[in-house]
Antibody, heavy 127, light 110 residues
């Protein structure tokens, strides 16, 4: 069974740092784009960042560019999100998600279609 | 304010057909495919539709998607109480070089 498990969330002061991890199992991790999406309390979904299967390509939302860094360790089947200079508006549940793949058609969802999601980890930025 | 525009709410009675719209621009929906996600309270989102009108395995054929120009829509026919959830559209945006979501539509089954 394909699964994702996030960890590393918690309470941090404004200006602080936090590193989120997302451990994958049940699929060939290195084949797929991985993505981080967040959801502030009571709000909608916001895409944060995406990383290619090799780790050579990364993308960021303007709201986090220069502060967040996405990376992956394919030997550990884990994707990370290093979050620096955190602000109150970064408070959210952070989900990692796997690129959709249709085994029948060979279609890959790329950076915007995700079929497996973790349970999310809460990040609270507050003094 | 979201780049993609959805109505904040929609409703229908069991058995009815409901349509949720998603409006964008040339740089996102106008140039790329649209995906739809369903989210129940306290749960992670679920991919409901990809590439405008394709259903992942396990999604009932009561759900259908379409796209025309810079707008897309999700239709749910034969509405059921278990369809009550939040629905989000999403697409890649060539100008922002990132994924943009709609603000979400809360579907209520009356």
């Amino acid at each position: 069974e394909e699964q994702l498990m996030e960890s590393g969330g918690g309470l941090v002061q404004p200006g602080g740092s936090l590193r989120l991890s997302c451990a994958a199992s049940g699929f060939t991790f290195s084949r797929f784009v991985m993505t981080w999406v967040r959801q502030a309390p009571g709000k909608g979904l916001e895409w944060v960042s995406g990383i290619s299967g090799s780790g050579g390509g990364t993308h960021y939302a303007d709201s986090v560019k220069g502060r967040f860094t996405v990376s992956r360790d394919n030997s550990k089947n884990t994707v990370y999100l290093q979050m620096n200079s955190l602000r109150a508006e970064d408070t959210a549940v952070y989900y990692c998600a796997k690129e959709y793949y249709d085994i029948l058609t060979g279609y890959y969802g790329g950076l915007d279609a995700f079929d497996i999601w973790g349970q999310g980890t809460m990040v609270t930025v507050s003094s | 304010q979201s780049v993609l525009t959805q109505p904040p709410s929609a409703s229908g009675t069991p058995g009815q057909k409901v349509t949720i719209s998603c409006s964008g621009s040339r740089s996102n929906i106008g140039s790329n495919t649209v995906n739809w996600y369903q989210q129940f309270p306290g749960a992670a989102p679920k991919l409901l539709m990809y590439s405008n009108n394709q259903r992942p395995s396990g999604v009932p054929d009561r759900f259908s998607g379409s796209k025309s120009g810079t707008s897309a829509s999700l239709a749910i026919s034969g509405l059921q109480s278990e369809d009550e959830a939040d629905y989000y559209c999403a697409a890649w945006d060539d100008s922002l070089n990132g994924v943009v979501f709609g603000g979400g539509t809360k579907l209520t089954v009356l």
